[in-house]
Structures are given as structure tokens and as C-alpha cells.
T-cell receptor
Framework: EAQVTQNPRYLITVTGKKLTVTCSQN?????MSWYRQDPGLGLRQIYY???????DKGDVPEGYKVSRKEKRNFPLILESPSPNQTSLYFC?????????????FGNGTRLTVT | DQQVKQNSPSLSVQEGRISILNCDYT??????FLWYKKYPAEGPTFLIS?????DKNEDGRFTVFLNKSAKHLSLHIVPSQPGDSAVYFC???????????FGGGTRLMVKP
């Protein structure tokens, strides 16, 4: 089944403890991106990648890192999480020229930082 | 400042009637517009899109209208069904297609 898989679905952690949220897609998509969803703000783009080894900042990149060593994987890294990073996170991929082709989203990772 | 705004956080309509969801944007460089639908505990799914060279796109019960001079787009669902109850996000992209800007979402409730 074609899908974007994020892990874990739920994560509770403490301030400053490094964490990684994994994202994998099995559709051979070139474009991948990360979003966070907060009430009233919709989804805001954190980072995106147009291809392997090519990543760039979105609207809210502060406090996050990403890497794209392989086409299928695009992990999101929080080196030192803080409570304002408590949010619902979505990974997405796209088959075509980035965001002008419909994005396929994962089911989300709900992160709580205490 | 939000470049894409959905001013109605929620909308309630009766089954069989028309649902109209609205979206306004400020950036005249946006070239492509999309609507996504989101059910609880799932990721958003693509619904319908429209390019800036068009003013209307239709797909079954869903029609998106674009008014570039007013920087406004709307999604019409006719007839509305209870299964359409979800949060709807409009989104906009520039010609480069590298970044997507979302509105805050509108929760649609279709009552049987």
C-alpha cells in the first residue's frame, strides 16, 4: 500500500532531551516536507526537501533539523526540545514538482514537551 | 501575518444543502491553490486544486472558485453529506512549488 509512515504516533518527553521523529514513504517521491499543526494556525511548514541531500527551511525552522540521505526517509530531529514545540507534526511527500502536486500526508505525531 | 486565512473556524449545514467554505490570501505571487480535508487522527488528504489561470474547477460534488482580483477562493460542496464532516484547509503555493502555505482550517459539520 502506498503510504507515508511516521513514528512514533505519540511522544511525551522532557525539555532538552534530544528526539527524532521518523518519516518514510514507499512511493519513490522526490519531494518531502514536515509541518506542524497548531490550533488556529493551520499547518506551518518546518523544512522541505526537493531531492536527496537537498533540504531547505520552511516558515518555522527554528529548533528543528532534518536530513535526506535516502529518497524514502526524511527524519525530523529536535536537538533540545522546548515546551513551545508541543504540537501535532505531519510528514508529507509529493510525486511531482513539489507542492503543486497533491501532498500525501502521514497520520501525524503528537508531541508533548514538558 | 498569515498569508492565507480562513475566517470561519466552523460551519454547520444540513445534509443535502450546499456547504460553502471560504479562503482569502494576501500574496499575489501565489500561483496554485489546493483544498485538503482532514478527519480526526488522520493526516490531511487532497481534495481539489485550481491553477491561477482558471477561475473554476469541478470534481463531482466539489467545486473550487478562484477570484484573483479579490484574492479569494471558495469550496462548494453540493449536496453535503454527513461523511463530509471534517476540517478543511485551503493552501496556496508559488510557481516554484517548494513551499505550501495553509490557512487555519474550517470545521464543517453536516447534520443528518
Amino acid at each position: 500500500e502506498a503510504q507515508v509512515t511516521q513514528n512514533p504516533r505519540y511522544l511525551i518527553t522532557v525539555t532538552g532531551k534530544k528526539l527524532t521523529v521518523t518519516c518514510s514513504q514507499n512511493m519513490n517521491h522526490e519531494y518531502m516536507s514536515w509541518y506542524r499543526q497548531d490550533p488556529g494556525l493551520g499547518l506551518r511548514q518546518i523544512y522541505y526537501s526537493m531531492n536527496v541531500e537537498v533540504t531547505d527551511k520552511g516558515d518555522v525552522p527554528e529548533g528543528y533539523k532534518v536530513s535526506r540521505k535516502e529518497k524514502r526517509n526524511f527524519p525530523l530531529i529536535l536537538e533540545s526540545p522546548s515546551p513551545n514545540q508541543t504540537s501535532l507534526y505531519f510528514c508529507a511527500s509529493s510525486p511531482g514538482q513539489g507542492t503543486n502536486s497533491p501532498l500525501h500526508f502521514g497520520n501525524g505525531t503528537r508531541l508533548t514537551v514538558t | 501575518d498569515q498569508q492565507v486565512k480562513q475566517n470561519s473556524p466552523s460551519l454547520s449545514v444540513q445534509e443535502g444543502r450546499i456547504s460553502i467554505l471560504n479562503c482569502d490570501y494576501t500574496n499575489s505571487m501565489f500561483d496554485y491553490f489546493l483544498w485538503y480535508k482532514k478527519y480526526p487522527a488522520e493526516g490531511p488528504t487532497f481534495l481539489i486544486s485550481i491553477s491561477s489561470i482558471k477561475d473554476k474547477n469541478e470534481d463531482g460534488r466539489f467545486t473550487v472558485f478562484l477570484n484573483k482580483s479579490a484574492k479569494h477562493l471558495s469550496l462548494h460542496i453540493v449536496p453535503s453529506q454527513p461523511g463530509d464532516s471534517a476540517v478543511y484547509f485551503c493552501a496556496a503555493s508559488g510557481w516554484a512549488g517548494n513551499m505550501l502555505t495553509f490557512g487555519g482550517g474550517t470545521r464543517l459539520m453536516v447534520k443528518p
